[in-house]
């Protein structure tokens, strides 16, 4: 095992050269590092200006998403190993416009998540003391496996097509959506509809179904889009035999 | 490693701040790098350049629907044009052309196939069934058609 491993840090400082630059920094390599720790080791004794978000360090948080050697992965679940001799090549994620360093504006996202209402809406309230909504085990199982997004935007960052075409709602919108969708206690199906339906909703997702390769929680966004895309089909249909039913 | 005196902290009165050299940066306020996409983004990664191939070969797929269509149209012209046409058909141009006509349909429907699980969710006697089930059910569907079709043709 080597000693040290190199790593190529994208710097972008908008004060400085205004151009990003690759910045290469030697970190000593220790077995169990994580791509995180490499960089909090260049933080801490080598550069402290390097900027880049994280918290948890547990896979939880979701914030250390970043692209390491081309993949978009979470820092604190990257093992230095694989990668060796290097040089380790980390970026800040696709897709979403860099403030400094490692670090991209998500703005866009949580105005899109906001969109989708990923809430529980109700037709009509029911209050505390008429108790609470039960449900079984398999309602649950329906839209468990989406409620696990961390909004690491790895999904995003994997999309070419939320980069070519930056309207796109994109996957973990479109997945939390699902998740309420799919929930027994919502009702909230019709006013997501308009948001999901339209041109840069579910149908700007040509299927390239990188999302769900690189999502460090099994959401499948990929799956639950073509799910909605099969089910608007077919509301759309029943809206045409049954007068008076809106699609 | 970088041997240095100093680690610089990040503040701006530090001596080691890269100096605000850019004009055009007020602080405090962003100023996004956006990068743009390569016309060849697709070639970035295997997995894309794949995707991009599927979408490219549902042109072979329109071609091969309005191919039978024209010929049944031929057909409807009586023998000989029919005989003319697959005269025709069986030039060396006419032939290496169908011959990739044929790789790009199998390579569309194969990556077209396997995709289905994803948008496919059934639930038989309450339990989900396996993405598996689903590929196979849709590749029986086709050799078990094909095959009809063979039997057919076989059996004139
Ligand atoms: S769907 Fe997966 S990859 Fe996308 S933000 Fe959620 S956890 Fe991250």
């Not at chain 1, 079984?136 to 960052?157: F, Q």
């Not at chain 1, 796109?168 to 909230?188: T, V, W």
């Not at chain 2, 100096?19 to 990068?35: G, I, V």
Request: aromatic letters at 12%; proline letters at 8%; charged letters at 20%.
């Amino acid at each position: 095992m080597p000693d040290t491993v190199k790593l190529e840090v994208f710097r972008y400082r908008p004060e400085g050269e205004g151009e990003p630059l690759y910045e290469t920094f030697e970190v000593p390599y220790r077995d169990e590092w994580m791509v995180l720790d490499a960089l909090n080791q260049i933080k801490d004794h080598q550069d402290g200006t390097l900027s880049y978000r994280w918290a948890c360090r547990m896979g939880v948080c979701g914030s250390c998403g970043m692209t390491v050697n081309g993949e978009p992965v979470l820092t604190c679940a990257t093992y230095l190993e694989p990668f060796l001799p290097g040089p380790i090549r980390v970026e800040p994620l696709h897709g979403f416009p860099v403030i400094r360093d490692l670090v991209g504006d998500l703005e866009d996202f949580v105005g899109k998540l906001q969109r989708v209402k990923p809430w529980i809406i109700r037709e009509e309230e029911r209050s505390p003391s008429e108790g609470e909504y039960l449900q079984t085990p398999e309602e649950m199982d329906a839209y468990k496996r989406y409620s696990m997004c961390i909004n690491c935007m790895l999904c995003y960052a994997a999309c070419p097509i939320y980069e070519l075409e930056p309207g796109f709602i994109g996957p973990a919108a479109i997945a939390l959506a699902q998740r309420y969708n799919l929930d027994s206690r919502d009702e909230g199906a019709r006013e997501r509809h308009e948001v999901l339906a339209e041109h840069e909703g579910v149908w700007s997702c040509t299927f390239v179904g990188e999302c769900s390769i690189v999502c460090p929680k099994d959401v499948d966004p990929a799956g639950a889009i073509q799910r909605y895309k099969v089910d608007a089909t077919l509301d759309f249909f029943r809206s045409l035999v049954t007068p008076g039913r809106s699609p | 490693m970088k041997s240095q005196a100093r680690i610089p902290t990040g503040r701006i009165s530090d001596p080691g701040y890269p100096q605000a050299s850019n004009p055009e940066y007020t602080r405090h306020h962003p100023r996004w790098y956006r990068r743009h996409m390569p016309i060849f983004w697709w070639l970035r990664k295997f997995a894309y350049t794949k995707f991009i191939l599927r979408e490219l070969t549902s042109q072979p797929v329109m071609y091969a629907t309005l191919f039978l269509l024209g010929k049944v149209w031929v057909l409807s012209r009586g023998p000989e044009a029919y005989e003319i046409f697959v005269q025709w058909l069986s030039h060396p141009a006419f032939l290496a052309f169908h011959a990739l006509v044929l790789v790009g349909l199998l390579f569309h429907t194969v990556t077209w196939l396997n995709l289905t699980p994803k948008a496919l969710v059934l639930r038989v006697a309450g339990r989900k069934v396996p993405g598996w089930a689903i590929v196979g059910a849709h590749y029986g569907a086709w050799l078990g058609l094909s095959g009809v079709i063979l039997w057919i043709l076989a059996g004139r």
